[in-house]
């Protein structure tokens, strides 16, 4: 395997990662919790369930984020790109959000706010990725 080839390797776990992460983010929002809000069916035990699931995958996603970002802002001498550090910023917010949401899990304007800033985040990332 190339140097270029590992590299594109570690990009596409990041995007895969990524699009877990957000992507979920969106179904759950856009679609899962409206269509449930206020359902008194038992069946949302069964969706808390998987919200709980989809949960540690986040997690797992984020490790993968966390360590693939930092090897490609090594690689790629990044570190000192403001858009990196606005980038960084928003990622520590959106970490203690999804903290807080944790402990508040009705506030759906905690849900609302992590969302945009995950967006804002793949925003900043493509723009850091052109330059690759």
Known sequence: MSTHDFWQAVLYLHLL??????????????????????????????MRAVARRFGYGSLAALGVLLLTGWAMASHYGLWDSSTLQWKLALVALVIALTLVHLRRPKLHALQAAILLASLVIVWLGLDLASGF
């Open 17 to 46: 990662a990524m699009a877990f992460f957000v992507g979920g983010q969106l179904v759950f929002g856009l679609a899962v919790v409206p269509v449930l809000r206020g359902d008194p069916d038992p069946e949302r035990t069964r």
